[in-house]
């Protein structure tokens, strides 16, 4: 299980990676394994701010349809397109090319409370 340090992470299987003022956001390699094959993701939240734990959007695999949630506050400023096309990118490297979306942290202190790769390897089990 592929877990990077660096990242944060929350209890709902998301990460967070923070590049000044901005954020990237996906799932983990963990949720990704147990959604199975991801073959589509559907966020219509660009240009709207979200409350930590709000929905961004679904992402639809074989078996299930699953809620992406905000892991912080923030207002969503992209949708990665080329998971549009490639959904199986999630499956094939969910903290690169993977990636759902990209937002402003409008409190920036929230990333403080989730967990690091440690802490999250623990939650799992690892």
Do not use: C
Not at 46 to 56: A, C, P, Q, R
Request: glycine share 8%; aromatic share 8%.
């Amino acid at each position: 299980m592929n877990i990077p340090q660096g990242l944060r992470y929350s209890d709902d299987h998301e990460w967070l990676r923070i590049e000044g003022d901005e954020a990237y956001i996906g799932i983990t390699d963990f949720a990704q394994h147990e959604l199975g094959d991801i073959v589509f993701v559907d966020v219509d939240t660009v240009g709207e701010t979200l409350d930590k734990n709000e929905t961004i959007g679904t992402i639809e695999a074989v078996k299930t349809v699953s809620d992406i949630l905000m892991p912080v506050s923030g207002e969503v400023l992209e949708f990665n397109e080329g998971i549009s096309d490639n959904a199986a990118a999630i499956n094939n490297d969910p903290y690169g090319e993977g990636w759902i979306v990209k937002i402003r942290l409008t409190n920036p202190a929230e990333a403080d409370a989730l967990k690091d790769a440690a802490a999250y390897s623990s939650f799992i089990g690892l």
